[in-house]
């Protein structure tokens, strides 16, 4: 699987990962708001693309998100149902 996070600051590239492996990375809100990373998850014939830190919605952030079969979930074993699903290439 292909995962590549981005900020409109910060690109961290695209690293090569296994399906349930972590992938993480540190980085320092803005003083004045409007930290974003969103990031592109490609897994061959599947991909997907979710904001992984919204500064202005912080809501919208957790400190682990776990990939499995259905898509990313937040929680550890992907119960219940993703935060964002997969869907096809094309």
């Given at each position: 699987m292909i995962v590549h996070c981005q900020s409109?600051?910060?690109?961290?590239?695209?690293?090569?990962?296994?399906v349930?492996?972590?992938?993480t990375w540190h980085f320092v809100t803005n003083l004045?708001?409007?930290?974003y990373?969103?990031?592109d998850l490609d897994?061959?014939?599947?991909?997907?693309?979710?904001t992984a830190f919204d500064q202005e919605k912080r809501?919208?952030?957790?400190?682990e998100f776990y990939v499995g079969d259905g898509?990313?979930?937040k929680e550890f074993g992907c119960s219940g149902n993703p935060i964002v699903a997969w869907r096809p290439k094309g």
């Amino acid at each position: 699987m292909i995962v590549h996070c981005q900020s409109g600051d910060n690109d961290l590239g695209g690293q090569e990962t296994d399906v349930g492996s972590r992938y993480t990375w540190h980085f320092v809100t803005n003083l004045f708001g409007g930290t974003y990373f969103w990031c592109d998850l490609d897994l061959g014939d599947r991909r997907l693309s979710f904001t992984a830190f919204d500064q202005e919605k912080r809501g919208r952030f957790a400190s682990e998100f776990y990939v499995g079969d259905g898509g990313v979930y937040k929680e550890f074993g992907c119960s219940g149902n993703p935060i964002v699903a997969w869907r096809p290439k094309g």
